[in-house]
């Protein structure tokens, strides 16, 4: 059977679309609600009422935020039973199971104690309704915590088995699944990255009170947490994104050769700092693959394997095949070849067990179980379809670093103005503040385009690529409810951003009387 | 400052809050009308489950998708 391109492309494309707009409010949720919670703790130890006055300001903005983005992920399950009906009964046991216990627990602490945090400031102790704010700042988290559990088993498949008499991959370990270092790492990376973007949002917003000559208390306090918090969270990023990177190199060799441009690889391997890609550069031709680029020297092998002088494979050498540091890896012609041979025998065994021929069955059972490690590689025509969209993960990745990079000086220098009381009068600097919200928006997706285009053309690495795990629908159905969901979505985001915009306007001061 | 004491207390809590909201009471249009156009909507009219609208047994949606996977 073949698939319509142009199916996979638009099943692509809307994914697409509703998770990076669902990622718009996830990671404000995640950094304002430390925020926030933070200048609450402050109010609880010191008892002064401008730090209350300053939770309740940023509580608000987090409400309106949490309210627009809340069950926007919800269309991402739509659309995995609908676009992708191969892939959701192929991995239904795996997936449903993070799911499930992150809409039972984590929605339902996030629901009980966000009604405390708004409504019971006069009606529980000061004790009880910080951890009423730091239980919602967790339940958000831990949300958060489940997706990316599920996210990085496609990344890295672990904990399971395939079962060919219910095509299912059947979960096999749960502490595999949740202890998988790709999870932790993911968990860890994303969640603290986000803090950069709560960090941006409450600096950029603090400096518009400042240029507007309004709330200067208010203002420089709220700037003094979110720096701080800023600072920490890109300190703890790059930790992460440095463990990550290397959790890339083991699991996703592909991925990280697409993120640094590296088609042939070696001993010694230098990064890309910056660079400019050949854009006629393709796999196995003898072109340049850079019109422009700094490398740091040998960075790349430390990063890749904690050794300066190791290899590490490029998109060429994964293709063709390599044998290096005691490691042979197999050509994906060969991979393809045994991915061909599971297929078959799963045909086979599909066969032989309505034929109620056990001995047929069981040898196309141990062909299928001694070639499942490549089964998504069948599905190939040519080599060369392993190799994700090499220009959109290589520039993705600089954006997330370089931009990463920029808050990091940014809330420093912020940080010490503010300390040496200068900030307040730097109006220049201010606008450069606000003017870097959108900023930080786009390093969070640019991360999550690295993520998830750098692991194509796989939906579960190695096991499945898009092509396999899309549904047998029209494209136009799915041209359609895209264009329902680009209106849709993009209404919503009206409505958030005018009703927000409103509140900011209103300024801390309307909250001083307010039960919300 | 009336604090709680009691479960009913609780609850009170929740209704004086809904009372006395906003902006949460705009929220919570917009969340009533987001859920009613994802589920009495789209999820109805556009995005049914592509194999439990075609077949009713697990094994049917099986040997759907492993015709699927093998005849690709």
Same mark, same amino acid.
């Given at each position: 059977m073949n698939v319509d391109?142009?199916?996979?492309?638009?099943?692509?494309? *809307? =994914? $697409?679309l509703t998770a990076m707009y669902h990622w718009i409010f996830v990671p404000l949720t995640l950094g304002l609600g430390v925020i926030m919670a933070i200048m609450e703790s402050l109010y609880y130890k010191t008892g002064k009422d401008k730090w209350k006055r300053t939770a309740k300001f940023w509580m608000k903005l987090f409400g309106v935020n949490f309210a627009i983005g809340v069950a926007t992920g919800i269309i991402l399950e739509f659309e995995f039973g609908t676009n992708w009906s191969n892939y959701s009964w192929f991995v239904g046991d795996i997936f449903g199971a993070p799911l499930a216990?992150?809409?039972i627990i984590a929605f339902f602490m996030e629901a009980t104690f966000?009604?405390?945090?708004? =409504?019971?400031?006069?009606?529980?102790?000061?004790? =009880?309704h910080l951890a009423s704010t730091w239980l919602t700042v967790f339940g958000a988290t831990i949300s958060a915590l489940w997706i990316l559990i599920a996210n990085a088993w496609m990344q890295y498949p672990v904990g399971m088995e395939f079962n060919p008499d219910t095509m299912r991959n059947e979960m096999n370990d749960f502490w595999a699944l949740v202890l998988s270092p790709v999870a932790l790492n993911k968990f860890f990376h994303t969640v603290i990255s986000s803090w950069l973007v709560g960090s941006a949002f409450v600096v950029g917003i603090s400096s518009w009170f400042l240029i507007k000559k309004r709330e200067k208390e208010f203002a420089l306090d709220s700037v003094k947490i979110a720096t701080i918090v800023g600072t920490i969270g890109i300190l703890l990023s790059i930790y992460s994104g440095d463990e990550s990177g290397h959790q890339v190199a083991q699991k996703q060799p592909m991925? /990280?050769?697409?993120?640094? @441009? #590296?088609?042939?690889?070696?001993?010694? %391997? @230098?990064?890309?700092?910056? @660079?400019?890609?050949?854009? *006629?550069?393709?796999?196995?031709?003898?072109?340049?693959?850079?019109? =422009?680029?700094?490398?740091?020297? *040998?960075?790349?092998?430390?990063l890749a394997n904690r050794d300066f002088n190791s290899y590490v494979p490029g998109i060429n050498d994964i293709i063709n095949g390599y044998t290096a540091d005691n490691t042979t890896e197999i050509s994906v012609a060969e991979k393809m070849n045994k991915g061909k041979q599971a297929i078959a025998a799963l045909s086979d065994y599909s066969k032989a067990r309505k $034929?109620?021929?056990?001995?047929?069955?069981?040898? $196309?059972?141990?062909r299928l179980d001694a070639n499942y490690k490549y089964f998504g590689y069948g599905y190939f025509k040519s080599p060369e379809e392993v190799v994700p969209n090499v220009p959109l993960v290589f520039y993705s990745f600089r954006v997330m670093v370089i931009l990463a990079g920029y808050f990091l000086i940014l809330f420093i220098i912020v940080w010490l103005f503010n300390h040496k009381k200068r900030f307040e009068n730097m109006t220049w600097l201010q606008w450069v503040? #606000? /003017?870097?919200?959108? /900023?930080?928006?786009?390093?969070?997706?640019?991360?999550?385009? %690295?993520?998830? %285009?750098?692991r194509q053309p796989w939906t579960i690495q190695d096991i499945l690529p898009v092509s396999a795990a899309v549904s047998d629908i029209s494209a136009g159905s799915v041209k359609t409810t895209f264009f329902i969901f680009l209106f849709l979505l993009t209404a919503l985001f009206i409505a958030e951003l005018s009703i927000m915009i409103? *509140?900011?306007?209103?300024?801390?001061?309307?909250?001083?009387?307010?039960?919300? | 400052m009336e604090r709680i004491k009691s479960l009913k207390d609780f609850f009170q809590m929740y209704i004086d809050g809904f009372r006395s909201m906003t902006v949460g009471k705009t929220l919570w249009l917009i969340i009533l009308l987001k859920l009613f156009i994802m589920f009495a909507i789209l999820k109805v009219f556009f995005f049914p489950n592509f194999l439990n609208s075609k077949f009713d047994t697990d094994q049917q949606k099986s040997n759907f998708v492993e015709q699927q996977l093998t005849g690709k």
């Open positions: 391109v142009s199916l996979i492309d638009w099943s692509r494309a *809307q =994914f $697409a216990i992150e809409g966000i009604a405390v945090m708004f =409504f019971g400031w006069k009606k529980v102790s000061k004790g =009880f991925k /990280l050769a697409a993120m640094e @441009g #590296l088609y042939d690889g070696g001993h010694s %391997v @230098g990064l890309v700092g910056i @660079g400019i890609l050949n854009p *006629q550069k393709e796999a196995n031709d003898n072109k340049e693959t850079f019109l =422009f680029d700094v490398k740091i020297p *040998q960075l790349l092998s430390f $034929a109620k021929d056990t001995l047929a069955a069981a040898e $196309a059972k141990e503040c #606000l /003017l870097s919200i959108p /900023l930080a928006y786009i390093t969070s997706q640019a991360g999550w385009i %690295v993520a998830e %285009v750098g409103k *509140q900011i306007k209103l300024g801390p001061g309307a909250e001083d009387n307010s039960h919300e | -």
